[in-house]
């Protein structure tokens, strides 16, 4: 029963759904400030929801029709799945096992593994070019984001976020690891498409990218998968850098923080292409990460 | 919606841009052709926006045609009601008094203030930096102020009459104007470090659509884009009109031909703008604001040329001695600055084409129209209401 619970209702499930719309207000709402607008209201996530979800949804033609249908549902779930390991709330994860972590990161990329899907499904240009740029961003931080989270994972021993998020509460990583969090924090803007790396969803280019031909209750899943996912990152780099998220208070602040770094940096930067994100991903973030992985091992395994 | 047919091997893959599109605040076709990301060839489709102002010129007296020429465009309509007054008083024999020129060229380069930061805020919006675009249309704010307390309005300022100017200076608005000129120079300070010295804003900019002097003499060119390839093309100073000889304009160009160099050539303007507003009102010739027109204007032909913001436009205006023009051509910047888009277009990143676009600052319903070269239905040179209806039926089906 209290595994159902924690599926359906805390922390998994309508909360994290709500927390995810939360977020995604509260960055919305800075970004406006940043830029001298006034921002949406606090309701707004929800409304948009509420409404896309009350509407048609287009099957548009040359699709397959049931992939079109499924993938969005794929992508909230592998989201929603991932909440479950995590510590959101500043709670314990609700599973745990040994290997977690790689789980995790596995059911964050399927959000973007479903979108590029989705992209190539269609027939649409602007779609099918999304999809390009949404993969090709998908493989140039993936390595980069999965070593910065590694990171912790080798000083604290052991592939469970559990253990290494209790290891964490006690060391502020970003002390030891600083290279570490700035990847994980930029690679987390890489995952969620925020700007700068918001080429594959560039509107002045190809109009909504691989999600061009979403309406309705396709388009409100995305957005429900990519609000959880932002909860989900936020709490993992909280967790594992800013020294743990061991109660609601600390995980509050912590991710908000955060968040008040990430919508600064959405604000001051300009789109990048896509090819400068790669180039960007792979002769600086992968070899920086790379660097200090070396650093880790050598010290852990020689020194320690 | 029709599906479209997925290319077959060394076809090409068409990414059309257009009618409509987020890029595009008005309609126009672009069709580009790309290899991955590169693009190939690119062609292009106008007149989504025809109007058919120069034909609705004809049905109206010369007075009505002023309000009608002025909401060609929305942001330079003071510079398309400049170039037909001008014309016209030459045609009928007059010229409107030294203050009502001052007070043309004060509201024109108020209005090429307006006409800047609202560029600045697009081509930054195109690069996808929304900070930029979201506070140069904040300061733009003032300048459309100044502009409502001189003429009463925010757009489509109506300032000019035949013969003259309808609204006069007063020490209060002198002051006013100041005080929002103090502010803007300060502001675009700063805009102008922020687009030489943003390193990620170069990385979009520096480089990008380069057009050297020789491509850009070649496609005729005009205004701001013309200038930053470094051909020194400015109405203001080859010909002066209005009162630009009593205040005259320095020229600014740029050699570099990229997308920086015409941000930097375009935020540079804003200066000199500043400084030539400063001049008028600090020298204004005392005097009347109007002088009498005729009703009818004799028989004639001229043309008529001022520097909108976008480049040269050009106004051909005939007479046949009536109070109704026989002819009113009008030809915008926007028309000779789009060739230069499909011959930069190739060879650039598809991600670099809305900023190539924006680089030119086009204006499609300006700049669209209608001309028959070859008549398919074998109708003769005249077209009836009627036979441009039907057209524009069969056009758009």
């Keep these: ?304 | 919606m029709q599906v479209p047919i997925m290319p077959a091997k060394g076809e090409k893959f068409i990414i059309p841009i257009g009618p409509q599109h987020p890029a595009l605040k008005e309609p126009g076709h672009f069709e580009f052709s790309v290899d991955g990301e590169v693009v190939t060839g690119a062609s292009l489709r106008l007149g989504y926006v025809h109007r058919g102002i120069e034909k609705g010129t004809e049905g109206r007296n010369w007075v009505q045609t002023l309000y009608l020429l002025e909401r060609i465009c929305g942001i330079c309509s003071h510079v398309h009601a400049t170039a037909y007054c001008l014309g016209v008083e030459r045609l009928a024999g007059v010229e409107a008094p030294p203050r009502a020129q001052a007070i043309r060229s004060l509201v024109a380069e108020l209005e090429r203030i307006h006409s800047h930061l609202l560029w600045l805020g697009v081509a930054a919006h195109e690069a996808g930096f929304d900070m930029l675009f979201m506070h140069s249309w904040r300061d733009r704010e003032i300048v459309m102020n100044l502009l409502e307390g001189l003429t009463g309005n925010r757009v489509n300022y109506s300032a000019n009459v035949l013969g003259g100017v309808k609204c006069d200076i007063d020490a209060r608005q002198t002051d006013a104007i100041l005080a929002g000129l103090e502010h803007l120079e300060d502001r675009t300070r700063h805009y102008l470090t922020v687009v030489t010295s943003d390193v990620m804003f170069l990385r979009r900019t520096r480089g990008i659509g380069v057009m050297t002097k020789d491509v850009a003499e070649k496609l005729g060119v005009v205004g701001p884009t013309a200038r930053a390839s470094g051909v020194a093309r400015d109405v203001r100073l080859n010909a002066p009109y209005a009162a630009y000889d009593r205040y005259p304009v320095e020229l600014i160009t740029a050699t570099a031909g990229d997308l920086e160099a015409r941000f930097i050539v375009r935020v540079q303007e804003l200066f000199e703008t500043y400084r030539v507003i400063r001049a008028i009102l600090a020298d204004l010739p005392e005097g009347e604001l109007t002088v009498r027109m005729p009703r009818r204007i004799k028989e004639g032909e001229t043309i008529s040329r001022v520097e909108a913001p976008r480049g040269e436009l050009f106004y051909f205006i005939k007479s046949n001695g009536s109070d109704t023009a026989e002819r009113v051509k009008v030809r915008t910047p926007t028309l000779p600055n789009m060739a230069s888009v499909l011959t930069l277009a190739v060879g650039h990143q598809l991600a670099d084409m809305p900023m190539i676009l924006a680089g030119i600052d086009p204006c499609f319903s300006c700049n669209d129209r209608m001309i028959v070269v070859r008549d398919p239905a074998g109708r003769g040179a005249h077209w009836t209401w009627d036979d441009l209806r039907e057209y524009g039926i069969e056009y758009y089906r």
């Design chain 1, 1 to 304: 029963m209290s595994a159902v619970f924690a599926l359906v209702i805390f922390p998994g499930g309508v909360f994290i759904l709500l927390a995810g719309m939360l977020y995604e207000w509260v960055d919305r709402k800075l970004v406006a400030r940043f830029q001298n607008r006034v921002g949406p209201r606090w309701f707004q996530p929800l409304a948009d929801t509420v409404k896309l979800l009350a509407k048609e949804e287009v099957v548009p033609d040359g699709v397959n029709a049931q992939l079109f249908v499924v993938l969005p549902v794929i992508a909230l779930a592998g989201a929603l799945t991932a909440v479950l390991y995590v510590p959101v709330f500043g709670l314990a994860p609700s599973f745990s096992f040994s290997g977690d972590l790689i789980v995790t990161i596995y059911m964050l990329s399927l959000l973007t593994l479903c979108m590029g899907l989705a992209g190539a499904n269609t027939l649409n240009r602007f779609s099918l070019l999304g999809a390009t740029r949404t993969l090709t961003q998908l493989f140039s931080y993936e390595a980069p984001f999965l070593l910065a989270l590694l990171g912790p994972a080798i000083v604290a021993g052991s592939w469970r976020i559990s253990t290494i998020a209790d290891y964490a509460a006690g060391h502020w990583l970003i002390l030891t690891q600083p290279i570490g969090f700035a990847v994980a924090l930029i690679g987390l803007m890489g995952k969620l498409e925020l700007p700068p790396f918001d080429a594959p969803e560039a509107e002045t280019e190809i109009v909504a990218g691989a999600l061009t031909e979403y309406s309705g209750r396709g388009l409100a899943l995305f957005h429900l998968g990519k609000g959880v996912e932002l909860v989900v990152g936020l709490t993992l780099v909280a967790a594992f850098y800013l020294g743990g998220v061991t109660n609601p208070l600390w995980f509050a602040v912590k991710t908000l923080a955060l968040l008040v770094g990430l919508a600064g940096v959405q604000t001051l930067l300009t789109r990048l292409r896509i090819d400068q994100t790669v180039g960007l991903w792979w002769r600086y973030g992968a070899l920086l990460v790379l660097v200090q992985f070396l650093a880790l091992i050598l010290w852990e395994g020689v020194i320690a």
